[in-house]
């Protein structure tokens, strides 16, 4: 059924193709010259300009030929990390990994060939559907942001799946909502030898609060980590200004937001203990954060009719996929959030974001012969929203 050569090709076409994130333009209008070419119509969105990009999001849609069929969404990720440009694939059987000099980019070129070859053969072989709709998204690895500008309006399905992951064993149904925060302290400055007394070291308070603070894995649904510190001058002057960034991430937003809490008084009460007085004015140190939600959670029921259809299309393959929680945040956190529901399927793609990725063409064809299955199914069971 599936043309495996054919998605081989257009595999290694993709990860040929540059798309660092806000540069997938070359990506978006291979795509779109593809999907035309079946028959979809396709509009590329403003996301592009909203953030700085040379392409919008790729929104496809090829239409029902049975018109009783609900329709279905799939989507996946046109960017890829650094250092992914001029990627040079090197095929031995049926591994293809980087020559160790970028990443692959089956993260996420391998969603994008399957979705593309489902298309491909649900229009050639004439099969029944209430309508694909294939979404390409752009700058997914730089905070989801393609995903976001998307409107899911402009969608008539209300569910599908997501292609980014890496067993295609694993239908991934949880993943963690994500808190992205920023503290500025601000201490005093003085001369470090000639007036020590007169300033408040923005290191200190930094380091104290960091020693108090919980990071790492949390619990089984929560990790937290500081990512970043910035601050500091020459050595003689007390420094008056640190800036810290981390996130924190939980499959419960309860303990997302008691984590988040826990950090920002961390710096909080380390710097209410610092104050000095100079020249008869009190002056006390004092701290300033930008915390925001940077996704939801995606939280889809594993008895939720949609799970079901994708375990019983890989049942009817004699494979299985199993439901599981993943601590990654991906476009199906911020599709959920926005009302479709989705959960995300895996392609095959392996140490993903190293220099070291690589993928198994098998593990790829058995991924496209599930998403094949379960469009096809979808087609005569539905999923009851
Ligand atoms: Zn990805």
């Known amino acids: 059924m599936l043309n495996e050569e054919r998605l081989r090709d257009l595999l290694l076409d993709l990860i040929t193709t540059d798309s660092h994130s806000r540069k997938e333009r070359e990506v978006a209008l291979k795509l779109k010259a593809i999907m035309e070419s079946l028959g979809a119509t396709v509009e590329i969105d403003g996301a592009g300009e909203a953030v700085g990009g040379n392409t919008g999001n790729v929104i496809c849609r090829l239409p029902a030929t049975d018109s009783a069929a609900p329709p279905i969404f ?20 049926t591994i293809i990994r980087s020559d160790g000099t970028t990443v692959l980019g089956g993260d996420d070129k391998s969603g994008c060939a399957i979705i593309v070859e489902i298309c491909r053969v649900m229009h050639e072989q004439n099969l029944p559907h209430g309508g694909i709709e294939a979404v390409f998204t752009i700058c997914e690895e730089v905070g989801l942001l393609g995903a976001k500008q998307l409107d899911i309006k402009t969608l008539k399905s209300t569910y599908g799946l997501v292609l980014d992951s890496d067993d295609v064993g694993y239908l991934f149904t949880q993943a963690p909502a994500a808190d992205h925060m920023e503290w500025t302290i601000y201490g005093l400055e003085a ?4 007036a020590p007394d007169k300033g408040i070291s923005a290191i200190k308070i930094a380091g104290e609060a960091l020693a108090k ?3 790492g894995r949390i619990d089984q649904e929560t990790v937290a980590n500081i990512g970043f510190i910035q601050g500091g001058g020459p050595t003689n002057v007390v420094p008056n200004k640190v800036v810290l960034r981390g996130e924190a991430r939980s499959l419960k937003i309860e303990k997302l937001e008691a984590q988040t809490r826990h950090m920002d ?27 925001e939600r940077e996704y939801d959670k995606m939280d889809v029921d594993v008895n939720s009719p949609l799970v079901k259809l994708v375990v019983q299309a890989a049942h009817n393959l004699n494979l299985s996929v199993e439901p599981m929680p993943m601590m990654g945040g991906c476009d199906a956190n911020v599709l959920n959030g926005k009302g479709l529901l989705c959960a995300n399927l895996g392609t095959g793609m392996r140490a993903i974001h190293t220099v070291n990725e690589w993928l198994d063409l098998r593990d790829l064809y058995r991924s496209a012969s599930i998403v094949l299955e379960i469009v096809r199914l979808n087609a005569t069971v539905g999923v009851a929203v």
């Open 191 to 194: 001369h470090a030898a000639m």
């Open 265 to 291: 008084e961390c710096f909080r009460e380390a710097a209410a203990k610092y104050e000095v007085e100079v020249g008869g004015v009190r002056r006390k140190a004092h701290v300033e954060s930008h915390i």
């Open 74 to 93: 799939l989507a996946a990720h046109m960017d890829t990390v650094v250092p992914g440009e001029g990627v040079k694939p090197i095929i031995e059987g």
């Open 213 to 215: 603070m919980k990071l």
